[in-house]
């Protein structure tokens, strides 16, 4: 394991690049699909040359390595019961995305102290110049701490369905979080959609009602179909970006992370750092 960690630090300090963007998934319930999307986005994101971390902060219920079909050694709450360093729990797989397990121990999640959280801080530090995309795989809802990680990050990526119950529960995520910082840009993806039309009449209703009520904008990214080689993925614990790349799916995938790199470009100059503002968020703890 000591090994692997010299070798991804040796590798990512070979090539660095300017600060990350780091991006939130959230959405309002679970079950909409979000790390499946979440980790098909990233392996997209690579094939484009991007350098691509995914951290899974659903700790205690986290599930990136599941659909990875990884059984990672160790997680988040390893390295802060440890003091590992982040080095020591980054995953690599044969398909070349780097991942932080959140590990599925709920009830450890008590056991956070102060010490804990400024040593996460120290170890996320060292990673902000590394990598192009920094994925922050939140649990559905927001805690208190899972929200000081939601407004320390540079944008937020929404993961809704056609349901009308994921409508509104990601209308209220986005109007809680405006409410926090109204600054935040908003992005959206339309999962499991039967056809094209179904995305984009979600999408207008999540972007009228913000519109209307929020005064904000809503970047719609684009929608996924209902496929069935996604449902045959998740029991291979296999993404479907690997196991089937010619799928409607996949292809739905790789043109919303086309789009949403376009989009970085035009933002990236405002950013702030990911860090600082963590410390101030933690610090109020």
């Not at 009308?164 to 910082?181: E, G, L, R």
């Not at 409607?248 to 043109?255: C, D, G, K, Q």
Request: charged residues 25%; hydrophobic residues 40%.
């Amino acid at each position: 394991m000591i090994d692997q960690a010299e070798s991804l630090r040796k590798q990512l300090m070979s090539s660095s690049v300017q600060s990350a963007r780091v991006i939130s998934v959230v959405s309002g319930k679970g079950g909409v699909g979000k790390t499946n999307i979440t980790v098909n986005l990233a392996l997209s994101l690579m094939k484009m040359g991007k350098r691509v971390l995914v951290i899974d902060l659903d700790v205690g219920m986290g599930n990136v390595d599941l659909i990875l079909g990884r059984r990672a050694p160790n997680h988040i709450m390893d390295m802060l019961q440890h003091h590992l360093s982040v080095w020591e729990i980054i995953e690599e797989g044969n398909d070349g995305l780097h991942t932080i397990a959140g590990g599925r121990n709920f009830g450890s999640l008590a056991l956070v102290t102060d010490e804990m959280l400024e040593h996460f801080i120290k170890q996320l530090e060292e990673l902000e110049t590394f990598y192009d995309f920094i994925f922050l795989d939140m649990g559905a809802g927001a805690t208190e701490t899972a929200l000081k990680f939601i407004l320390s990050s540079h944008e937020i990526l929404v993961i809704a369905t056609p349901e009308i119950t994921s409508i509104t529960d990601a209308y209220s995520m986005m109007k809680f979080i405006y409410k926090k910082d109204s600054s935040l840009p908003f992005y959206l993806a339309v999962n499991r959609c039967e056809n094209e039309r179904e995305g984009r009449d979600t999408s207008a209703r999540l972007a009228n009602v913000c519109k209307q009520f929020l005064k904000k904008e809503l970047t719609f990214l684009g929608m996924i179909p209902l496929d069935q080689t996604v449902l045959e993925s998740v029991k291979k614990q296999m993404p479907f970006t690997l196991n089937k790349p010619a799928s409607e799916a996949s292809r739905a995938v790789f043109e919303l992370a086309s789009k949403y790199a376009g989009a970085s470009q035009k933002q990236k100059a405002s950013y702030k750092s990911f860090i600082s503002r963590l410390k101030s968020f933690l610090s109020e703890r």
